[in-house]
């Protein structure tokens, strides 16, 4: 299981990004930071995989944090998360090793392929003393999410597809929950879950994290402008 520390001064930008890991299978989310001092003392005291690190925190700068990580030669790794786009931001933050960097707002197709490639590189590093050319190419392929691909992704059946997609076109809700596909196909609402992530990795739909008055967000999803033309392609 990867080791992972959010560094987050929103909290609520926090648990999002904690309910996004949740989703991805083979990370932990292990704390939360919202200073660089907070992160350097966690550091001192835990041991960690990976930093989910945001650039603009109100009382630290995530790019001097992570030039502090790299002086000091702790070996972690580090995603930046941020609504950072300048062109310095980004050099910095890559030539100071992070691994990658998603601009806020990010879909979750993005940050799920972030996580799997990363995945990738850390189960090579840990399993293998020597890498040759084609593992390392193969590295990089891991970092990009093919948005479609005639190909269903493994579990996936068509049958299945269709009949999620046929309850998908005939929701008469702007945002619907795998909850309410469930109800409308007759299949698991773990099952339904599944493939509306699936559809979202796909193209076809758009996931927002939805918060009520009270517990956790909810995952709702709606048709993406192109995405009765993509799903063709599946079904």
């Known amino acids: 299981m990867i080791k992972v520390l959010i560094v987050e001064d929103d909290p609520m930008v926090s ?3 904690k309910f996004y890991l ?6 932990c989310a292990e704390g939360w930071a919202s200073s660089a001092e907070e992160v350097l003392d966690m550091l001192r005291e835990n ?3 990976l930093i989910l690190l945001d650039i603009y925190m109100k009382e630290s700068n995530g790019l001097e944090l992570l030039s502090e990580i790299r002086r000091r030669g702790l070996r972690i790794d580090v995603i930046v998360i941020s609504a950072a786009s300048d062109k310095g ?7 100071n090793g992070a691994v990658d960097y998603l601009i806020k707002p990010f879909e979750f197709s993005r940050f799920r392929a972030a996580l799997n490639g990363y995945k990738e590189q850390n189960r090579l590093f840990r399993t293998q003393e020597r890498l ?3 593992e390392l190419d193969k590295l990089s392929r891991f ?6 691909s005639q190909e269903l992704a493994k579990g996936f059946t068509r049958q299945t597809l269709q009949t999620i997609w046929r309850a998908v076109v005939t929701c008469d809700l702007e945002y619907f929950s795998a909850e309410d596909i469930s109800v409308m196909s007759g299949i698991s609402r773990v099952s339904a879950g599944k493939y509306l992530v699936g559809l979202t990795e796909m193209g076809v739909l758009e996931m927002d994290l939805v918060y009520g008055s009270v517990g956790r967000p ?3 999803y709606r048709i993406a402008p192109n995405g009765k033309t993509l799903v063709t392609q599946y079904i």
């Open 89 to 95: 931001s980004i050099q910095e933050a890559l030539q």
């Open 143 to 148: 970092k990009q999410e093919r948005a479609a």
């Open 132 to 134: 040759n050319q084609s």
């Open 22 to 27: 949740q989703q991805v299978e083979g990370f």
């Open 15 to 17: 648990e999002m990004n």
């Open 47 to 49: 041991s960690y995989d």
């Open 218 to 220: 909810v995952q709702k």
